[in-house]
């Protein structure tokens, strides 16, 4: 199962990464709206899923698992909005932490059910509602990368 998630992070972080570089191709084309779409969209997305990924991959203690994907989302979002002026900045930077924080939760909430008051008849199907929510977690990113590339033809 840890190779199939590896393979999941693998192909987000590619995935986020072809999207990094066709925006920096088309960044002189934004204006200061789309650039505030582009970089919270892109960020929140992005950084939610690597964050739960990253939970269900690092056998560490959740706080250190949170403060990590805070900074790795909080990257994402600045590298996102570093595209435009500021403002993106600052609200990729936000998204990014925001997903980051939201990702790890998330991924300790399926790992640890009981962190919710569901009853204790979940705990046997753990590693299948992992693998489902990191496939559609993955596509989550397909779609917003998808929009996103659209969004630049129309």
């Keep these: 199962m ?3 998630l590896i393979v999941i992070l693998g192909c ?3 995935m986020g990464s072809l999207l990094y570089l066709l925006m920096f191709r088309k960044r ?4 200061d709206r789309f650039g505030m779409i582009m970089a919270s969209c892109s960020s929140g997305i ?3 899923h690597l964050g739960m ?4 991959l690092l056998p560490i203690n959740l ?5 990590l994907t805070t900074i790795v989302g ?3 979002g600045i590298l996102f909005g570093s595209l435009v002026k500021l403002q993106s900045v600052l609200a990729g930077f936000f998204y990014g932490a925001l997903g980051g924080i939201m990702g790890a939760m998330f991924g300790a909430v399926i790992e ?3 962190l919710c008051g569901l009853p204790i008849s979940y705990i046997n199907s753990v590693e299948v509602n992992m693998i489902v929510f990191s496939l559609f977690g993955t596509a989550l990113v397909f779609t917003a990368v998808g929009l996103l590339y659209y969004s630049l033809r129309v």
Excluded: Q
């Design 53 to 56: 990924i990253i939970y269900f």
């Design 112 to 114: 640890n059910p009981a």
């Design 2 to 4: 840890n190779l199939l």
């Design 12 to 14: 987000n972080l590619l």
């Design 46 to 48: 992005l950084s939610l």
């Design 63 to 67: 706080a250190y698992i949170v403060i």
């Design 74 to 76: 909080s990257v994402i």
């Design 28 to 31: 002189k084309l934004f204006t």
